[in-house]
């Protein structure tokens, strides 16, 4: 049975960092994309970001790009997300997702419960 599980997030105060932890279990990885993604309360779910666990290859979105990256250690089946910099519009439940890296596939097959990060003013 496949598991991601997130840990790390906390309050913050703005300009502040933190790193997010992703666990992943139940079946190797390798061929897998995985992503972080955020959700607000009352906002739609945001794609934060997203490495390839075979090649390492990245990717962010403008309102992310500079302040977060994303790694994994294959070694421990996890993934990070370092946020620096961070600001109170940041404040989110963050969601570690995985999906096959296969061209024609964007759907996120697993999902974390999430963990909560806040970001003071």
């Known amino acids: 049975q496949v598991q991601l599980v997130e840990s790390g997030g906390g309050l913050v105060q703005a300009g502040g960092s933190l790193r997010l932890s992703c666990a992943a279990s139940?079946?190797?990885?390798?061929?897998?994309?995985m992503g972080w993604f955020r959700q607000a309360p009352g906002k739609e779910r945001e794609f934060v970001a997203r490495?390839?666990?075979?090649?390492?290859?990245?990717y962010y979105p403008d309102s992310v790009k500079g302040r977060f990256t994303i790694s994994r250690d294959n070694a421990k089946n996890t993934v990070y997300l370092q946020m620096n910099s961070l600001k109170p519009e940041d404040t989110a439940v963050y969601y570690c997702?995985?999906?096959?890296?296969?061209?024609?596939?964007?759907?996120?097959?697993?999902w974390g419960q999430g963990t909560q990060v806040t970001v003071s003013s």
């Open positions: 997702a995985a999906r096959p890296s296969r061209v024609g596939v964007s759907t996120y097959s697993y």
């Open positions: 139940g079946r190797t990885f390798s061929g897998y994309t």
């Open positions: 490495i390839s666990w075979t090649s390492g290859n990245t």
